[in-house]
Structure formats: structure tokens, C-alpha cells
């Protein structure tokens, strides 16, 4: 393919992408292929010979699509969304000209120095502590990460051995020292809520610690307490284990809760006492709802008690704009990374290193290379502007208010779980009469939601709270509108109408 | 950014790259910023308000172009290549389109299908064995991954949990047994060898077991044999650590060494026999070379032994033409890890995995999320079909081979300390008469390499293998073209005549 080739290529799929952007509307949400669709339609082996741009493009609607889950439709409302957004994919068309693997400053400095600005520019709008700026007075700073588990897994594997280093620290010899960590690292314990999402139960299989989850309760809004952190690390304590992390969660998967941030940074005060000898490595999980401390409403309270804590991170890739994946890290000292995931080769030595004065980030993460991720950070702030993020994210918050007002209209029908909190609403049918049990109402909301899926006209995830079977409303997603809603909850009210009456 | 304002904006950038790349030989390899510049460059907050398209534009030129080290320019020959191609630049720019994060099948079936799909056909076009396919006799299966480093520590947890479930297997009670895991995985070694790219050291740090690397020599091009595996293995137990994982390495970074699958395969036959307990999982890293297996040339030789290993990767962002990235990781039995990766939550519950009949690739991995990476590797093999990826990987080796022979031609001046092979040189400067000693030659070549280095017109890496300082030339980058060749050995010879003048 040759450059007037690829122009032509690429423009051609631009309009297509277009098109595919203003009817995605048009498109049931949900594919109806079944398992193994694809491998019907395509060759058992790769072609020998290559084939023109226009046979390949005429396959992605025809082989493709049909196995598309459209994540930016409006009537996607299911798990948290996956933004996309105009200048995300300039973003990324660029960062892909600049294809290099950019593990260390000297591959790229404008792939480190962009990231290490535009994670400030976050850290500021967020009103993150300074700890979390890279100028700041710990040494912290922020590094992209893909994803929140990796983010999890690197910030446990950095606490683990932070926390072992210091617990063998008097012993001198080697191999000593060696035999010490990998016995300490046995009584090693990361703790998580039964509501923390599974990337702390897997971060801790990856990193080989046992793993804990503190319960929650519905009388606290499924929400980690102080008490029951509390309860958690004595006992563990009490039969000779360590806690050495923990998953604080600013919105759960399930129904947006958020821990008690003020009750676990009160009681780690107590019991294992930050900045000293086997203090507990508290991690802010905001992967979805830490979008929303871009407004001045959300971030002047709910990070108040982050400069008690050792590392936080959010997805701008769920809620704020930016193309997937884009997981942003902040932690208050970058050195308790780098002591644990740095490694050198002779082929990596370079000038701009041995100064000292460049971030190679590859000792910050677990992969080896990096893409030129910043880049759609920085068309996405520049191109919206703060005030257009804000917007954004306060559209949103009132598209679930509204729909949970609609809710709450038909109490004959439904009965809101939890939220709205953060634009989430997790609801559940109510059944027949005053006194329906809870089996009762399970076994509708479950009819009922098997029905909206298969309908197919809108795609919502359902989760189990407490015991509760609940369906959750999340309108997040880029295209979703005013005007969307209330269809949305005609097909919500029709369905339970139908179910009730099938019942 | 209305659809109109991005169609306008992407093609002006299109056009934009289109002229980068077809003018990138024009562009000094390596940037000279010094650190820090971009800082300077940039506001300290966030803008407010949003800005037009155009003035951001106008900044990748003005603020990012200075800081690029230019990784697809024809004067890039340092480290291992990232590859950038057309239909791998197309594949970029649909998958952003499809932006979502395709955790589990229903999330876009056609996400996980494909992948599926296009990793058995390269499977088979490296002649790779059955074992790999995903529907092989042993379960096995592909998938795609950010990078090595990322492969290596996603097997090494799997291997270890393997091992320790096997190990502890007769234990019942479940507490007894997590603390006979705990106490066991102290005992574990993962090895590699000292050429062994750092990826396998840092799995072992971010898994948390010991590592120990085989020791390799002159006499056997750097590559690990059977008889130094033994001699590790043998003494690790005597003195009682258990060595579960092993890294094979084809085409080591220094120096493109191939550690000899015989040799290794035979000794574990004895001392770990694969497919029993306690048996040691050897990965085959082949992160760089492992593309040339798409030539029957190689893979009729290079793949021998493979059946008797449990997972292979190379990236196909280093020298198959898909663009960063992109590191396919193949493994013998896709519940090893399952096993020790899979983890669910009640709202990601849905009738498709449960089902069984589908793979649900975020239990194949770190990451929980994951782009649609498949799309550009099928793009790259329909538009260069098998033969044209074999005429690139032949290309560039014919490549080395006349670069290797000029080197030759100037004895007086040089010396080949390994290769070509696999399109690397690796040479060092002779010195002066026919006595000169090793530091000697260090000294020389440093200075030498250090003038290139600042004469900046190419760019490539240094080492140091067995004591040896010596510079690595591997012309894979995509646009070098035959008429490079010469000038960039001109370069070379100048600067190697300049450096002995001033001996």
C-alpha cells in the first residue's frame, strides 16, 4: 500500500467511521451472533498473496460489525461505558504515526515529558493533594497506565516490597535477606471490600499474597467502614498474617458506593500509621467515578483525606472523553515504584539516564514499551477545555437524575437500590402489592431483565447486592441525550408491565 | 468537535503524516532536546476553555516533533525496530472507531473471534506446533498482548500457580493449604539465562519468586546450553529451592543468540519431565526474531523442539509490520491461565460465558480490558498476504548481509563480534595493528560509537556482551532500502577513522 493507497484507505474509512458514528443509533446495541460466528466466515489459513484495501474494508461490515457490542450507541447503558470522542481518535492517529516503543526518555522525550505535564495538568483540575505532582514535595507523580488492574498490580507489587525491604532492612547478607522476604512474603496479606472490584482479589494472584476482603453492609451503602477494616486487620493479625495494602474504592462496580475514606484513614492511624515501618499502602480505586473531581462540586469533598493515602487512579478512558485505554496513576513516591519494577540491561544505557534527570517510565509499569498515550489526554483537555469536561460530566449527572426521577414515578413498578450516585442508578422491580419478598422481586427483575435483553433495543448490566438482584442505569456513554431517556424508560416500563403480567 | 470538524482535522492530519513519513529521512534520527524542554513549552494548567483543532495542530509540529526519536526513519537502526505500516496504521484507526472494553466475549464477539482467528493462522504460517493452535489436541490457544514483558509475567504466574497447586494438591483443608502455598512459593527459582532480556527478572519481581540466570559464554555465541541449565537447576536444589519456570531465548537482545532448544529439552526430560508434577514451564521468548518463523527457512529448523515447551510469544510490532502494539503470546493449555488468572464479579455474569462456548480473553492476561488489537494484524496479513511479509523479513536480512560483508571488507578498521543474524551486526573497532588488546578495542569503539551518536545523521545501540563493548546495527526498520546501506557504513568508517586519528 503506497501513501496515495493509504489516503485514499484511510479516507474512505474516516467517512465510514463517520457514518458509523451518526446512524450507530440505527444498530441493534447487542450483537445476535452465536459463538463461533466468525471462524464460518473467514479462511482456515492466512491468504498467500495480498489483497486490495477494498476487499478488506467491503469485510468489516459485512464479517465484523454483526460481532460488534456498540459501546458508543446511546442505548448502551450496561457496565461503565468506554468513551470515545473526535479528538481521542486524533489522539490515537497520531500516536500511531509515531509508532516506537518509548520505554525509556531518550526513545521519545516527548512521549515522557507530555505524560508527565498532562498528568499534573490532571492531578491540578482533580484537586489531588500535591503529593500525587510530580513536582510535588514526596516525589509522587503520575504515569498512564491501560488499564485499572495493571495500575492495581504495579501499585501491589510496590507495596509488597516496599513493605518487605523494610521488615528486612537490619539484614545484611544476601542471601540471607532473600530467605527472610520470600518467608515474610507468605504472611503477606492485600485487602479489598467484598464490594472492591476484582482487580485487587487478581493483583494479589499475580503478585503471590494471600487476599482479603473486608464486608460490607447494605446499612452502610455497601461502602468499606473503619470498623469493619478494623475487625479485619486484627484478626488477621491475630493469626500471624500482615496486612500490607488495601483497595480503597471511590465508586464500586456494583452500585457506585464510596468507602469510608475518613473511618479507614482513622483507623490505619491507629494501626498501622502512615510513613512509618509496616504502614498499610491505601490505593484509591476511582476507576470509573474519579472523572467526575474534574467539578469543583465533586473533588473539594471527596478528596480530602487523599493525602493520608499512597496512590490513586481513575480511567479517563470509562467517563472522560478519552479512547480507550487510559487508565491515569498517581502515586506520592515514585522511588517505591521504581525500587520494585526497575531492571536494567547494557543495551538501555544512555546519557540522558545516567543524569538522573529524566523519568524512564518503563520502571513504572509492568509493560516493557509504551504507546504515545498522553497525546489523546492532551487533544482531549485542550480540544474540550476543563470547563467542556465539567459539562460533560454534570450532562451526564443529570441524565440519570432524570431518569431516576422517572424511577421513583412509577413506584407502583420499580425501587431504586442505590444511587443516583455518580450517574449510576441501580434499581429493582418492586412486585406485586406491599409485600412482595425479596425472592419475589428477584425472580421479576431477572424475568424482566432477560426480556430487555433480548429485546435488544438497549443493553444495561445487572448485578447482585446484598442479595438483591439489581439492574443497573448507567448513562454515560458519549450520544446518549435528553431525548433518549424517556425511550429508554418506556422499554424499561413496558418490560416489567409485561413481565408482571406474565407472573 | 462536530463530525464535519473532524473529518477536516483527521485529513489534515493524514496529509500531515503522509508528508512525515515520506520526508522523515530529512529529520535527524534522535532528537536534541535537552530535559525538561517541553515544560517550558506548555501552560502549567489546563486550559479553561476548549481550543480549535488548527491550533493544536500547529503545536505537534512546533513542540512534539522536536522531542521524537523518528523510530520508522530509514537512520533508525538501534535496539529492535517498532514497526509502522499502512494497513497497521488502518487497523489503529477502526479499532479506536470500535473504542470498548472488550473484557469477555459479549463484549464484541468479533473482538475475541478474530483474535482467535488470525493467531491460528500465524500459528500455522510459523509452523508453529499443534499444541498452539486453539484447536489443537492440548487446548492451547493464542492471545494477543501489549508486549513480552507483559507475556513473560502473565506464563511465569501462571507456572507458578501450576506448580504450587500440583504441589500442594493433596492438602484438603483450605487454610492449610493456602499456607503450605505460601510457605512453598518462598522456595521458587525462575530462570533464565544472563543474555535473557530483563523481562524475565522483572516477571519474577512482579510474581514474587527468586530469579536466577544460567550463565552463558563466548565459546557458545552467548547462548544458554543444556549443560549450564543443569548445573543451575542441580544447584538451586541442592540447596533446596525449586526451580519451576525457564526462559528459552531466541534471538537474544545483545546479540540475536538461540539458546539450544536440544540441549535444554533434554536435560528438563531428565530432571523435570514435562507433563508431570513438578515439571518446569519453559516459555520460548521470542520477542524480536520470532517473526522470521514466517519464512519456511526458519521455522522448518527454528520450531524443532517447541512441542515440548509450554508457551511461545514474539511481537509483531518489531518486525512483522504490525504497528505497536502487538506481542503474541501462544500457550500449550489455556487453563493454566485460566487458573490462575480468572476472576468474575456478578455483573460481568452474562449467558455467554456461562455457556462455556466461549473465550473470555481477560482471563489470559493482566489487563482487564482490552483493545481491538486483531483488526490490525488481520489488515497487515490480507494486505501483504504471507508472501509479502516473508519478501520484508528476507528483505531485511539481505539487508545485514551486505552492511555484515562491508564490515568485513574493512578488517583493518572492524570486527564482527556476532551475526549477521537475524538482520543484527554486531561489530567493534579493531585498533590499532594486529595486537591490539580488549580494553583497548572498548575504548576505540566507545569513542567511535559516542561520535555517531553526536553526528546524529544514524542512530543505533551499544552493548557489552562477554566484556566485549560493541555497537549493534539491525536495519529492520521499515523504509531502509538498499541504497541506505552504504552511506550509513560510510558514516561508520568515518567515524572510525576520525576516532583512530585522534587515538
Known sequence: MDSQQFREAAISSLDQIIIYYETIEDRRVTPTVEPGYLRKLLPEEAPQEGEP???????????????????QSPNFLAWFPSSSSYPGMLGEMWSTAFTGAAFNWICSPAVTELETIVLDWIARAFNLPPCFLSTGPTNGGGVIHGTTSEAIATVMVAARDKYLREATAQIT???????????????????GSTATHSATKKAAQIAGVRHRA???????????????????????????????????????TDVCAVDDMAGIAEVLAELAPPGQKGEIWVHVDAAYAGSSLVCPEYNTVLTTHFDRFHSFNTNLHKWLLVNFDCSVLFVRSRRDLTDALSVTLPILQNAATDSGLVTDYRDWQIP????????????????????????????????????AAMVRERSDLFEIVAGPVFALTAFKMRGR????????????????????????????S????????????????????????????DILVEAAEKTLAEA
Chains 1, 2 share one sequence.
Do not use: C
Not at 484495501?53 to 459501546?71: L, N, V
Not at 402489592?433 to 438497549?458: F, H, P
Open 433 to 460: 402489592g406491599e409485600g412482595a419478598s425479596l425472592d419475589e422481586q428477584n425472580e421479576l427483575t431477572k424475568k424482566m431483565y432477560e426480556r430487555v435483553l433480548a429485546d435488544g433495543r438497549i443493553f444495561l
Open 214 to 252: 473486608v464486608s460490607v453492609r447494605a446499612e452502610d451503602g455497601y461502602a468499606m467502614t473503619g470498623k469493619g477494616l478494623r475487625e479485619t486487620i486484627e484478626a488477621l493479625r491475630g493469626r500471624g498474617l500482615e496486612p500490607f495494602y488495601l483497595t480503597a474504592t471511590m465508586g464500586t
Open 173 to 191: 547478607d544476601e542471601d540471607e535477606r532473600e530467605d527472610a522476604i520470600a518467608l515474610r512474603r507468605g504472611r503477606l496479606v492485600a485487602l
Open 53 to 71: 484495501w477494498a476487499d478488506i474494508q467491503k469485510d468489516i461490515e459485512a464479517k465484523i460489525m454483526p460481532g460488534i457490542t456498540h459501546w
Open 368 to 403: 516493557f514499551g509504551r504507546r504515545f498515550r498522553s497525546l489523546k489526554v492532551w487533544f482531549v483537555i485542550r480540544s474540550y477545555g476543563i470547563a467542556g469536561l465539567r459539562s460533560h460530566i454534570r450532562d451526564r449527572v443529570a441524565l440519570a437524575e432524570g431518569f
Open 462 to 489: 445487572s448485578t447482585v447486592v446484598g442479595g438483591t438482584f439489581a439492574i443497573r442505569h448507567n448513562p454515560t456513554a458519549v450520544l446518549v441525550r435528553e431525548h433518549h431517556v424517556k425511550p429508554h424508560f
